[in-house]
């Protein structure tokens, strides 16, 4: 058999081991009730004979049964076996085993050998002639449901042409070839056209995943093609389950019958092909120009990095126990562990190998202990992130099947069935690799208990904590079944920061020096060292902190929320309402499949002499999923007579947390102008009028698109400047007396897709007029929750405001998924 595409190793596993003096190791027979006087041997009995360059002080000898399972039996009992044919009787037996064996072996030896080994290893027939009924081995790392493509006198047509290309010199000629074509593929040409024009066809993709699936079967005719170039006689080739992978086999055992070079070119037959297979690849695309075909050559090297770990079953392994001359690695971990604990008497299994093959055993095994312990430990740890992620990626791969079999793109949906399964199978794979551990790991502690009830209570104290840590990692936290996103860094740390959440210090912390994940849009200039940019931080809440809980709803200048909130579940503190004569709009979306809007428009007067402090906010956070969260901050501030101290601030930020298909909307806008003097009555009535024609606007903000927004407002603002200029009482400027004018901000957002239409109008929106000589209330509309249709597919947060302030910066989230996002906000500075 070989492992996923890998490499041979006797049918199910390494072989059983069986001695005169210990209990036998592998599958047993039923309940005996006696011999037959003329021992028979079993049905399907195959002797392959003495394990040549074999790392034990006493080679063992391989007997393989008809289910497969390969033995190692000492050389008496082999002996003892091969006289056996079913003719001779016990004296003639014991005569024939000693002249092979060298000693003498008498007829009582032979029936003790018989009942206690032979037999119970399902190697003889019963005493009434009927065949043993064995139990086949089945480790947790064999394969599984495996089903014959060719038997084996097919494979061995099928495969004899191929021995020939393990001639010496079209091997150092392939090799050379390779390696050429790997520094070429690698290192000059690259592969970013070929990922480009594969994926920009979905055609290509399924061809280059039909050629990497055939490759990998290839790979199997270079073990079989090797083993017949050593004289060995291949087995069965077919199919099956390694863990929960579908992968290719063939059997090989016969090649133990070849000394350790035989055995190791054997091994080195699959990766040998995966060679060709990359140059033949190479001459292809040099005839076609298919860049694409290129990742096939990547796809060879991937898969023989992978088939060269020695911690698995793949073929590094058998490299390694060939090498060695032991077979059985996995099976020497116990008695090597054994041996390394100084008060334990020495293990005499631990004694069995040569001195340098125990010492190359021990090493693997300190070194493949602690590396599965800690896959397995990680596996569990990192399950509920995995399950986020392949959520989600589901999700994302069930929308684009449903629009590709919507406009009949068989090809893509094809592409898309795929991907699919490739995300579900290896979570297939942990859930089925820790229940038949789990169910191991139970039922042997049972059983060897049995009959003692302090180890039977100390059993069933490891099972209940194993239990109780396994819910503890998996269960539901803020952050525990969040999906993997692309700007994670993925490191060790990372990966237990959803289970042990203070020990992270990766993020940031008020008055100490940190690191987070900032994101800009796209195309946007960064920061540097030389040429910084002043930004507003929003910092992730400290366990047991203030905890506020947010508001979804607009905010009066009194700072009071007008509607009652959600729950707050952003991972950072929610803004502080507003002050005094601040606007602040907030939309807080948590409720999947709904649309959340908060409308804030405000117009403030300024006396003479006045500070100007005031601050115009609009925040839109969203944590749902097909969900929307849009807020709207709309203040215009007219300044009567002189002022010293004109800081306005203009403030917007756009989030998305936990969020799938979500979109996020934050406009600030605002328009600082001052007078001369106070508005004519006629000034004052035009005013009025457009100021109930923007409150009109709104009230119907729902069912604006959200592209045209920004453009309407700063429309409105411009009328509002050219009713001020046309009053001949009060002449519109800026503190240094130039002309207003508006400075639009460059546009943020957040956004993982476009959820739906905007519902209808808010009721009972209030949008005051104006009242010169002292500060109009903030016009706020309460927020409106609908379930979402459409909407438009580009998200943005903006501010405007006309000199002497400045732009609020853009205010960005993830495209996907949840984060602490950092938006940045500049302030206009003092005059």
Known sequence: M???????????????????????????????????????????????????????????????????????????????????????????????????????????????????????????????????????????????????????????????????????????????????????????????????????????????????????????????????????????????????????????????????????????????????????????????GYDALLLVVVTQLLQMVRQLMPLVRFDGYHILADATGVPDLFQRIKPTLLSLLPWRPKDPAAQLLKPWARAVVTAWVLITVPLLIFSLVMMVLSLPRLLGTAWASSQKQYAMLSSSLGSGDILDASVRLLAIACVALPVLGIFYILLRLGRQLATGLWQKTHGNALRRGTALAVIAAVVAGVAWAWWPGAESYRPVQPYERGTLADATTAIFPAGSTTGMREGRAGRTVALWPAGAKKPTREEPQLSMVLVPRQSGGSGQSGASGASGPDGKTTTAAPSWVFPFDQPAGPDGDGNQSLAVNTTDGSVTYDVAFALVWADDGTDVTTRNEAYAFASCADCAAVAVGFQVVLIVGQTDVIVPENLSAAANYNCLRCLTYALASQLVLTLDGPLSTDGMARLNALWQQIADYGRNLQNVPLSEIQGKLSAFKEQIVEVIKADPSATPGTPGGTAPATTPSSPGASQTAAPGTTPGASPGATFPAPQPGGTAPAATAPPATAPAATAPAATSTASSEPQPTESAGPATAPAQGPASPVPTATAPPAR
Not at 23 to 39: F, K, M, N
Not at 173 to 198: P, R
Not at 253 to 281: K, M, Q
Request: charged share 15%; proline share 7%; with cysteine.
């Open 2 to 288: 070989s492992t996923p595409n890998g490499g041979p190793s006797p049918s199910d596993g390494p072989p059983a081991s069986s001695a005169p003096d210990s209990r036998p190791v592998g599958p047993q027979a039923g309940t005996l009730t006696g011999t037959l006087r003329v021992p028979v041997r079993a049905d399907g009995i195959q002797l392959i004979g003495e394990t040549k360059g074999s790392g034990y002080r006493e080679a063992p000898s391989l007997v393989r049964r008809a289910d497969g399972q390969t033995l190692q039996l000492t050389r008496l009992l082999y002996v003892v076996l091969d006289a056996i044919d079913g003719a001779r009787g016990l004296e003639e037996i014991a005569e024939h085993a000693s002249a092979g064996f060298g000693r003498l072996v008498s007829a009582g030896n032979v029936q003790t050998l018989i009942d206690s080994q032979l037999l119970p290893l399902g190697l003889l027939q019963l005493a009434d002639g009927s065949q043993p009924e064995v139990r086949r081995a089945d480790p947790l790392l064999g394969m599984k449901f495996r089903f014959t493509v060719t038997d084996p006198e097919r494979t061995r047509r099928i495969t004899a042409p191929f021995a020939a290309l393990f001639n010496p010199l079209i091997v150092v000629a392939v090799t050379a070839v390779f390696l050429a074509t790997c520094w070429w593929v690698l290192m000059v040409k690259g592969l970013a056209s070929a990922t480009h024009e594969a994926f920009a066809n979905p055609g290509l993709v399924l061809l280059i995943l039909a050629v990497t699936v055939l490759s990998a079967g290839f790979h199997e005719f270079g073990h079989a093609a090797a083993a017949r170039r050593g004289g060995a006689t291949p087995g069965a080739m077919g199919t099956g389950l390694y863990l929960i992978w579908p992968a290719f086999y063939t059997d090989v055992t016969d090649s133990y019958r070849l000394g350790r070079a035989g055995r190791i070119r054997t091994d080195l037959g699959g990766l040998y092909f995966n060679a060709i297979v990359a140059v033949g690849i190479m001459g292809i695309w040099w005839a076609t």
